[in-house]
């Protein structure tokens, strides 16, 4: 342990040594694109004496860092789905460089509670990294198990009978939601992401009080620099860790009708304002007079929906046109509107401060717009997403993050061209990532070839890293409601056949389950401790097992 007592020069001296190496260490190209706002200095202050530690996860961040640059140099794909145990993570692993791990499919099977629910990020903060520490022991323990099994081979033969190794060490990027709180819970979580395992996360721009799925409706985003203060405390809490975690930053802002603050003037293009100078009643004043008033359910909805539209809601470029139209001593009205759009769109910043200045200075008036008006019960304002929105908000997060990634309501291709290009234009060469999300309806929204070339056509535009979140989820449903269908109606001849039979003709490992959970493997462990004999190993003879090796097989016949 490093301790140098109450001497002050000898503390800060080592302190100072430490910040050297530190610095050594982000001078590397692993971070030339990652920025920080904090020294070497402030990250060796939040460190202990404890000697650093290199964590298990920090080397698979290592590993997904070298298999995303490869696939972007070679504008290639790293394509998986959302795992959910040790069975699913050992059989992808054949075929797949990377594992995800849903928040969603955690929140509805494997929530730390006991208690399934749908993804609104409700469930204890610990859920997702106890997934990750599951799948990740796993994968681990096969690893170990393969090369005993290796090793243990007498002849080139017998190593070429086990077939090709398998790399079971595959990269798993995990769900981070919103971070479970504020800052604080977001380190917390990061911290317990690194310690479990996770060579990657994803942060969201959601609010953590309001979060839900990215395909629900109501979605609420936070202020752009209060997301970018999200992304800085979980690279800055991987710095005190030493690690290397990849970072994922996803924004919901594309379909986001809410937002929690108009404190950021990034935002302020987007955020919804009524433009009826006659309204003068809130909308929370009405809902809330009326709910005293004993009305509820669908009769409030039509209150809403009527003041809505009275109060005319728009953005505040649109409003500023619609007055421009409205007015006729305007000639040159598209002109006019030109000049505004030149110096307000959604890339600009602009302030409503400046919108309503450049108003005043193009038609001599200011614009009523009051965006408290029509703020929800819940305090929220209203917010116009939209695919700007998002290239907006993915660039501000960019520097802070490996790879940016835009939730979207469908798989549009020319929607994920506009963003790719929006990102890029401004940070070339950026890592995007795509949610190939269950919840679009893909036969309605393209054709069989159409689907299969939308991973690869994807990849072209820099999506190096590409997922189905739910798809463990799915397989699974599908497989057991067909067994347990066919089981009720062809009792054993539906196993035999249907899924056993199919084992032994496709080489699955797991027809020999007591093997793949690593019987053989821990039968070793005890015979070592034991001089090489055990009368108690699991594997010995009259294993059932035996039953499907060749040999007995034959001697069945």
Known sequence: MKNSGNDLD?????????????????????????KRIYSAEDIVKRRGTFPPVQYPSSVMA????RLLSEHARKGTVAQTFGAMDPLQVTQMAKYLDTVYVSGWQCSSTASTSNE????????????????????????????????EARLACSSQRELDELGPEIDYLRPIIADGDAGHGGLTAVYKLTKMFIERGAAGIHMEDQTSSN????????????????HINRLITVRMCADVMGSNLVLVARTDSEAATLISSTIDVRDHYFIVGATNPEVREGLAEVLNAAQMAGVYADQLARIENEWNSRAKLRLFHEAFADKVNENRHIK?????????????????????RQMQALSRELIGEEIFFDWDL???????????????????????FAPHADLVWMESNYPDYQQAKDF?????????????????????????????????????????????????????????????????????????????????QREMDEGVDVLKHQKWAGAEYIDGIL???QGGVSATAAMGKGVTEEQFNSESAEAKL
């Open 420 to 500: 790719a290009v929006g990102v890029t234009e401004k940070f070339p060469g950026k890592w995007l990532a795509y949610n190939l999300s269950p919840s679009f309806n893909w036969p309605r929204a393209m054709s069989p070839k159409e689907q299969e070339t939308f991973i690869q056509r994807l990849g072209k535009l820099g999506y190096v890293w590409q997922f189905i979140t739910l798809a463990g989820l799915h397989t699974s449903a599908l497989a057991i409601d067909n067994f347990s269908r066919e089981f009720s109606r062809q009792g054993m001849r539906a196993y035999a056949q249907g899924i056993q």
């Open 10 to 34: 000898a503390i800060q001296q080592q302190a100072a040594a430490e910040a050297v190496v530190v610095r050594q260490w982000w001078a590397g190209s692993r971070w030339q694109k990652t």
């Open 527 to 529: 015979k070592l401790a």
């Open 116 to 147: 399934p629910g749908p993804d609104l990020a409700d469930y204890p903060m610990d859920t997702v990294p106890n997934k990750v520490d599951h799948l990740f022991k796993a994968q681990l323990f096969h690893d170990r198990k393969q090369r």
């Open 62 to 65: 290592d590993k997904l860092y």
């Open 332 to 352: 040159d009205k598209q002109g006019v509107i030109a000049k505004f759009n030149a110096k307000v769109s959604p890339f600009t910043g602009a302030s409503l």
């Open 211 to 226: 979060k839900k799925c990215g395909h629900m409706a109501g979605r609420c985003v936070i202020p752009v620099q209060e």
């Open 374 to 396: 029509p703020r929800a019960n819940e305090g929220l304002y209203r917010y116009k997403g939209g695919t700007d929105c998002a290239i907006m908000r993915a660039r501000a």
